[in-house]
Each structure stands twice: as structure tokens, then as C-alpha cells.
């Protein structure tokens, strides 16, 4: 496994020597940031970035992500001119130097959440997900938190009017068209993308989800067996399904996970959660068994911790700060070392 760490670019916060000071850090995840979805990602900025990187003692072969435009996954007549632009970021991305490229195919909305700042009792805050809050929102008016606000309201509504005819199974074909045009620059490049667990796992305001269970896995790689095509395991996005058992999909799919997120939640009701640090004892998802589990069946893929909460009065972006991060770091290179010296 190679440990990994999000960096929001040159913008971020959080310098990049600070995230090669957590001892085991190889990496960095990171993206373009300011292109709009669908258009070609300037290769002088991915160059510059590297070299920021590299400068700093760290990797950049992690992308996230590429966002899919919604055309290609309403299956719109115009979704070819946005797929040679994917193919054009994924040759660009494999010139310098990148392996894995996470993406995800939730329409409209990313993940979603309905406090940013859940408040823990020890002062801590991370965020959170209540369905009550969920249900009294207006997704045709919507302002929520760490929503991408960059729609307007009415192309907002146009774009959920376009996905009144968008089932299941139409999201799924388009996936699969926009997966089998793309194929052939991975074969080329040698990238592995690696799709994103819708989050949370299931449908949301009457749009489908696709990526939310071991069923959906099963289709997805019987539809498209090219080994460039995988996952990012998010144990968080697949944790809040109560339906998925976590230990057991990372090993079933361990050779098709090219990228972990490994994150903590607790559940708080049938459906409700808040994140929480990343040790198996705070929550519900056995960090422990997935580790194991990955380690058993041959895991060879990147690894992030992922959202952390906010502490130390760190004014952090929501689930992004250092600290957390970086004790989730060390926690999960601890459990990879001991588990891997265990199977020995
Ligand atoms: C949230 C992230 C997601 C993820 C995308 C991947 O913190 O895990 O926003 O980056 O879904 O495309």
C-alpha cells in the first residue's frame, strides 16, 4: 500500500512539507482545481504541480478526480465531445506520471451532508448526515453545506428536469458506454480509474444511485472486465449502508481496489451518522477487519485517510484539516505494518 495524502493545490492550506512530516507519507492526491467540468485540464499546470510535489519529497500518481460532465451521464447526444476531452486528461495525467484516477457517476449532487460542524462532547467537530434535515430540503432551491454551489437555480432545475428519464439501468449503460470509450486510454497510459461509492449509498432526492452495494460492484465488473477498471473503496460513502458489510467487500475486491478511503462514522439512528476519528473503537466500521482484510488478499493500491474531524482549534476545511488526518495517518500505518507482520 502506498500512504497517501489530499492536497487542494497550491491554494491549500496545509503546505506541502507538512504532509511529508507524517512519517510514512509517499504521496499526494490531488487535482486541477478552476477548470470547469468537461474541458481539458492545461498540462503546464499539471507539470507545475508535480514539480511542487516532487520538490517537496512527495508522489503525485493519485487524482481526485476527473469529474464526469452530467451529459455523459444522462447519455446526451453531446457526451462524445466530453468523453475525448476525459481521454485527453487521462493521457495528459498519464504524462506525468499519474497511475489512479478516482471519479464518481452521483448525478447532480456529490456527497452529501447536512452538518458541517457536528459537535462532539470533547469540543471536537466533524460532520454529520440526520435524514430529518435530509427530508426538509428543497433540492430545487438547495444550499447545503459543501454542495457545489456553481449551478444556477434554474440550471439546477433543468438539470434534475433531464434526469426525470434516468433510471437505473439508463445511468448504468451510461456508465458503461462512457467506461468502454475510455478503456483504450487506460490500456494505453496504463491509468486505473478507480469509480467512488455514491455517498451515501443510496438514492437521493429521487435521483439513482448506482455504486452503492456488492451487487452493483458484481454488475460493474461483469460488464467491463478491463482490469483498468476499479474502485476507490470509500469505507465512510459504503459504511452508512447498514446493508454493506465492509470487511468482507474489501476482500472480495481487494484486486480491484486501487485506491482506499479509509474513514470512520458512527451511526445515530436508522439512517443517521457522524464521522468521527478514524480508530475502529469510535465507530461502526471495523478499520481493523477491512485492513486485514485488504492485507489477506493482496491490496496493492493507494490509501488516504480520509475526513477527519476538526481539533486542536484547527480552522480546518470541513473533514480536510491536518491533524486528524495525520493521526489517522499514523494509525492506519500502524495497523497495516502490524497486520502485515501478523500474516507473515
Ligand atoms: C469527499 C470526497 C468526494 C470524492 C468524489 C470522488 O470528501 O470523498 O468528494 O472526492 O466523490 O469523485
Not at 77 to 97: Q, S, W
Request: net charge negative; charged share 25%.
Amino acid at each position: 500500500m502506498k500512504m497517501t495524502f489530499r492536497w487542494y493545490g497550491p491554494s491549500d492550506s496545509i503546505p506541502l512539507n507538512y504532509m511529508k512530516q507524517i512519517q510514512g507519507m509517499t504521496g499526494v492526491v490531488t487535482a486541477v482545481y478552476g477548470v470547469p467540468v468537461g474541458e481539458v485540464w492545461p498540462l503546464e499546470t499539471l507539470e507545475s504541480q508535480k514539480k511542487l510535489c516532487e520538490e517537496a519529497g512527495l508522489e503525485m500518481e493519485v487524482i481526485e478526480s476527473i469529474p464526469v460532465h452530467e451529459d455523459i451521464k444522462l447519455g446526451r447526444p453531446t457526451r462524445d465531445k466530453y468523453i475525448e476531452a476525459y481521454k485527453e486528461n487521462l493521457r495528459r495525467c498519464g504524462k506525468v506520471g499519474v497511475k489512479c484516477v478516482c471519479y464518481n457517476f452521483m448525478p447532480v449532487f456529490d456527497w452529501l451532508r447536512t452538518n458541517l460542524y457536528f459537535k462532539h462532547k470533547d469540543g471536537a467537530t466533524s460532520l454529520s448526515y440526520s435524514k430529518k434535515d435530509f427530508d426538509g430540503l428543497d433540492p430545487r432551491n438547495l444550499h447545503l453545506p459543501g454542495w457545489d454551489e456553481s449551478y444556477s437555480t434554474d440550471e439546477l432545475n433543468a438539470l434534475l428536469d433531464a434526469y426525470a428519464n434516468v433510471d437505473h439501468d439508463t445511468l448504468f449503460n451510461n456508465l458503461v458506454y462512457f467506461l468502454n470509450a475510455i478503456m483504450p486510454v487506460c490500456d494505453e497510459t496504463g491509468i486505473n480509474v478507480a469509480i467512488h461509492p455514491d455517498d451515501p449509498p443510496w438514492d437521493v432526492f429521487g435521483l439513482p444511485r448506482i455504486i452503492c452495494k456488492e451487487s452493483d460492484y458484481d454488475r460493474l465488473f461483469a460488464t467491463v472486465p478491463n482490469k483498468h477498471n476499479g474502485i476507490t473503496f470509500c469505507t465512510g460513502s459504503l459504511g452508512a449502508g447498514r446493508f454493506n458489510d465492509l470487511p468482507y467487500m474489501a476482500g472480495k475486491y481487494a484486486d480491484r481496489i486501487y485506491f482506499a478511503h479509509l474513514r470512520q462514522l458512527k451511526y445515530d439512528g436508522d439512517e443517521d451518522f457522524y464521522e468521527n476519528g478514524h480508530q475502529t473503537a469510535y465507530g461502526n466500521v471495523d478499520i481493523y477487519e477491512i485492513v486485514k482484510a485488504l492485507v489477506k488478499n493482496g491490496f496493492d493500491g493507494y490509501l488516504r485517510p480520509d475526513h477527519g474531524r476538526n481539533i486542536w482549534g484547527e480552522d480546518a476545511k470541513p473533514g480536510y484539516g491536518l491533524f486528524d488526518r495525520a493521526l489517522g495517518a499514523a494509525y492506519l500505518t500502524g495497523l497495516f505494518e502490524a497486520v502485515e507482520k501478523d500474516l507473515k
